[in-house]
T-cell receptor
Framework: DARVTQTPRDKVTEMGQEVTMRCQPI?????VFWYRQTMMQGLELLAY????????DSGMPKDRFSAEMPDATLATLKIQPSEPRDSAVYFC???????????????????FGPGTRLTVL | KNEVEQSPQNLTAQEGEFITINCSYS?????LHWLQQHPGGGIVSLFM???GKKKHGRLIATINIQEKHSSLHITASHPRDSAVYIC????????????FGEGTQLTVNP
């Protein structure tokens, strides 16, 4: 049963520390998304990749956040240095873009990972 | 005004009731998603639709593109349907970016 996996599931750290979150997308999916969920803001898109290339990272604070896909089976989201306001649940999702139509990318649904609950003290 | 508005924000129902959750959006879209977030936090994609109606078990999703409105219906509701239901839209010019509604907290009592 193919699933998106994320590690760690929970992370507690002190302000100023580096945090790295990892995501393994579903094998064969070519699009990977990073979302952040907080009580105040709800779900927000941070960044997404297609075929390992970043397509949109406009939702991500560039000074401290970075997202990469070293290979097709691993996506990482790094925060350095972390701050208390970064405390949230970070979700990774993957999907398969089948092509591009006049209405935009044609792809199936997004499949979400279980999330990483980050607490920055 | 948010691009995606859901109503109601909170909904409490008795087991067996027919439930409707509404989503209105203000931009042209290429697709609309309904997601379910369980009390434990996990998110499941229920539907992705760009026109008409889709049905899966007791869940039905409809969309009216002209009116920029979608509804999620649950027939014969059950306590295990208790969750947050989130509407998200993919704008015509936003690539794969989703914009989310604030969610509807559904509680179904036995």
């Amino acid at each position: 049963d193919a699933r998106v996996t994320q590690t760690p599931r929970d992370k507690v750290t002190e302000m100023g520390q580096e945090v790295t979150m990892r995501c393994q997308p579903i094998l064969g999916h070519n699009t990977v998304f990073w979302y952040r969920q907080t009580m105040m803001q709800g779900l927000e898109l941070l960044a997404y990749f297609r075929n390992r290339a970043p397509l949109d990272d406009s939702g991500m604070p560039k000074d401290r956040f970075s997202a990469e896909m070293p290979d097709a089976t691993l996506a990482t989201l790094k925060i350095q240095p972390s701050e208390p306001r970064d405390s949230a649940v970070y979700f990774c999702a993957s999907g398969l873009v089948l092509g591009v139509t006049s209405g935009g990318p044609a792809y199936n649904e997004q499949f979400f990972g279980p999330g990483t609950r980050l607490t920055v003290l | 005004k948010n691009e995606v508005e859901q109503s109601p924000q909170n909904l409490t129902a008795q087991e067996g009731e027919f439930i409707t959750i509404n989503c209105s959006y203000s931009v042209g879209i290429s697709a609309l998603h309904w997601l379910q977030q369980h009390p434990g936090g996990g998110i499941v994609s229920l539907f992705m639709l760009s026109s008409g109606k889709k049905k899966h078990g007791r869940l039905i999703a409809t969309i009216n593109i002209q009116e920029k409105h979608s509804s999620l219906h649950i027939t014969a509701s059950h306590p295990r349907d208790s969750a947050v239901y989130i509407c998200a839209v993919r704008g015509e010019t936003s690539g794969s970016r989703l914009t989310f509604g604030e969610g509807t907290q559904l509680t179904v009592n036995p």
